[in-house]
């Protein structure tokens, strides 16, 4: 009996250890105390808990014999839940706004002056919480294309390579009444078994309700694009988990349901500053992570006993990657950071969907989510329908979801003017390249490979130049009522850059983002203005709409429609590209395992690795890489490093900590079993 009271009184003590010296009798922490954290080892280091971050979290912790831990920026999302999951309130009240504290505070410059905001959301599930909810894959093209670009054509990232991954993610649910909007689901080109919702919202606006029929009576297809041809005009599924029509993200589809995860940290409210490096052999080797929780505040660090991955974004990605030494050594070299990998491609690359937005009145009869934005009784009353479970009844309940993907040759409807657009895109690629200022001959050689590529894939298969999308809010000066649509570039030719801004981490970096910096952009835009008042003349959206108000009868020629684009273009909020994943003597940055060239022990998984423009919202496509990437850490994991940093006897204490919980567990098996 005396053995057995002392023995308790051990395992008393054990559980009062710090959270991080003993995980394996812990449950997943979640914390904002940067001491929780410091000076201890973890096998893997993920900076950024958005998309990706946490689908590695997830995936890399269902080993037990590995920790795990996760630097997110931003907070929880508590206060704030609401609004992230509404998915109607996304447009009516966002999270990642300026001047918000759940925003990054990104802008980019382009047009002549024009700054753009590049909303990315400084939270626990990063962009997935805020963003429009639209759940669209590519093409195979578009992938096989990105498979063309690597050595070897590498498979992995061909549409047979990566498709199994994003069934993987998903977990899908078919249309309660597809025939309240025309829609054509095929089941078997969708998971059923994954971790994220994905299913289609049950109230229908009329607007969305006419939209496919009227797209196929323009000639677009109209069947389930989730297999692999994903052109036509559809109504597409959101992340909304059907149960109670909340959205579905990745905190509540990887994180949430892994409470129990003893080997998983998630660090809230700390900003990665610096990746450290031990340079005494050959190729650098990633040790660790610098971070701090404000500008000149205390640095604190954690040891990557095998890798640091970085997930943090188009912007957030390059800057700690140039901050940390890895990037162009003329950039590095102008603010004082010693160059431990000189790679020019960092930050480069960079290209976002352009899109333009226009709108027409409706008519009296027609229910648009304008109501919302005017009628504050009404929106409270809406919200209480949402929360009370009555979905079909509640326009809260509903996201923008219609969408339509439009080939070069359907959107000029001229053969002969299409081919020779395509030989003049061509023939202007060197002029292009030229004007985009390279200095370094793999940027130059790696734009050279993507543009022709993504000319190709234009002239020789459907896939989308241009995407139509349907909006119902459109709120155009007060109007009661109106119906918006825009016309977004899916393959612009345009390339853009992220530097950073100096040496403080928490100082945004540079973006510079060349929109419409092409005449091929301008013309696919252009006639994507054209296209959309041919979809607004086509029954029966047709039967909805009054009149054209913005740009309204006012710009007809090629010349007013330009003007009205240099204005009134935006971004479709789909950066990509600023890591890519290209040969390094194509100006790349990751190989196609996903590690950092010329480095050991780091990789970059998150949508800065995709390298060529895809008709797709990049939320699930980033799933379906974080799913890949962790596959492949697990197969084949650097192998662990020995702590050879002031750090050692944290990690010490860990392993100690470690052996001294599994012998009291099993002690305790025993005296529960009666052994003792």
């Known amino acids: 009996m005396a053995f057995k009271a002392a023995f308790r009184t051990a395992l008393i003590l054990a559980l009062s250890l710090p959270v991080l010296a003993n995980p ?5 922490k979640i914390t904002t105390n940067p001491d ?35 630097i997110e920026a931003g907070d929880d999302g508590e206060a704030v839940m609401e609004r992230i999951l509404v998915p109607a309130l996304t447009y009516l009240n966002g999270v990642a706004v300026p001047n918000s504290p759940n925003d990054w505070g990104y802008w980019a410059s382009s047009l002549g002056g024009r700054w753009f905001h590049q909303p990315r959301a400084k939270i626990l599930g990063g962009s997935t919480a805020v963003n429009a909810l639209y759940m669209v894959r590519a093409s195979k093209e578009e992938h096989d294309a990105w498979a063309s670009l690597l050595p070897n054509a590498d498979q992995d990232w061909s549409w047979d390579g990566l498709y199994p991954y994003m069934l993987k993610t998903e977990n899908f649910s078919p249309p309660v009444d597809a025939s309240l909007t025309g829609t054509i689901v095929n089941e078997s ?8 919702h994905v299913s289609y919202p049950q109230y229908t606006y009329q607007s969305a309700a006419a939209w496919t029929p009227t797209l196929a009576n323009l000639g677009l297809k109209t069947t389930d694009p989730q297999g692999g041809q994903g052109w ?68 604190y660090h954690v040891d990557a006993a095998s890798e640091v991955i970085v997930a943090g974004g188009v912007f957030g990605t390059p800057q700690l990657l140039q901050l940390s030494g890895i990037g162009p050594k ?40 304008d109501l919302l934005w005017q009628n504050t009784t009404f929106a409270a009353d ?15 309940s509903a996201p923008n979801n219609g969408i339509g993907y439009v080939s070069l040759k359907q959107l000029f409807d001229n053969d002969t003017y299409t081919a020779q657009f395509i030989q003049e895109m061509r023939t ?33 298969s459907d896939v989308g130049a241009i995407e139509l999308l349907l909006s119902s809010f459109g709120s155009w000066n007060g109007v009661n009522r109106t119906i918006a649509m825009q016309a977004a570039i899916q393959h612009p030719m345009s390339r853009g850059s992220v530097k950073i801004n100096g040496t403080d981490p928490f100082k945004t970096p540079i973006i510079v983002a060349n929109y419409l910096n092409t005449d091929s952009d301008w013309a696919i835009l252009r006639a994507g203005v054209k296209y959309l008042r041919k979809v607004a003349a086509t029954q029966p959206l047709a039967s909805l709409i009054v009149e054209e108000v913005r740009p309204g009868p006012g710009a007809q020629t090629d010349e007013q429609i330009d003007a009205f684009l240099y204005e009134a273009a935006s971004t479709q909020y789909h950066p990509a590209s600023t890591s890519s994943m290209l040969p390094l003597e194509k100006g790349g940055v990751v190989d196609p395992s996903l590690r950092v060239y010329n480095t050991l022990g780091l990789r970059v998984i998150d949508s800065s690795v995709i390298p060529i423009g895809m008709c797709a919202h990049l939320m699930g496509p980033t799933y379906a890489i974080a799913e890949k990437g962790a596959v492949m ?14 750090l050692e006897s944290g990690s010490e204490r860990t392993t100690v900590s470690n052996t001294l919980v599994l012998f009291l567990t099993s002690l305790l098996a025993l005296t529960v079993s009666g052994m003792l």
């Open 24 to 28: 394996l009798l812990t449950r997943r």
């Open 36 to 70: 929780d954290v410091h000076g201890i080892a973890f096998d893997y280091v993920i900076v950024g808990g958005g998309a990706a971050g946490l689908v590695l979290a997830n995936r890399l912790s269902e080993d037990d014999n590995r920790t795990v831990l996760v």
């Open 189 to 196: 080109y969708h998971g059923h078994d994954g971790p994220v």
């Open 232 to 299: 036509g005009g559809f109504i597409t599924p959101n992340s909304i988990d059907p149960r109670d029509g909340t959205r579905s993200y990745s905190k509540t589809a990887y994180l949430d349901p892994v409470v129990n995860r003893r080997n998983l940290v998630i660090l809230l409210q700390s900003q990665a500053t610096k990746i450290t490096f031990d340079t005494s052999g050959t190729v650098p080797r990633a040790t660790g992570v610098d971070f701090a929780q404000r500008t000149n505040g205390t640095i």
């Open 330 to 369: 003329p950039l590095l070299d102008s603010w004082g950071i010693p160059t431990v990998v000189d790679l020019p491609g960092v930050g480069e690359h960079f290209q976002d969907h352009v899109l333009v937005s226009m709108t027409w009145t409706a008519t009296n009869t027609t229910v648009t989510g």
């Open 382 to 396: 809406q919200l209480k329908l949402f929360h009370d479970g009555k979905l079909s009844q509640s326009l809260m």
């Open 428 to 460: 202007n690629m060197t002029a292009v390249i030229n004007n985009q200022g390279f200095t370094d001959d793999t940027l130059r050689a790696g734009y050279e490979l993507t543009y022709s590529t993504e000319v190709d894939e234009l002239a020789n």
């Open 633 to 646: 850490i697990k197969a084949n994991p650097v192998p662990n490093r020995i702590p050879h940093s002031n």
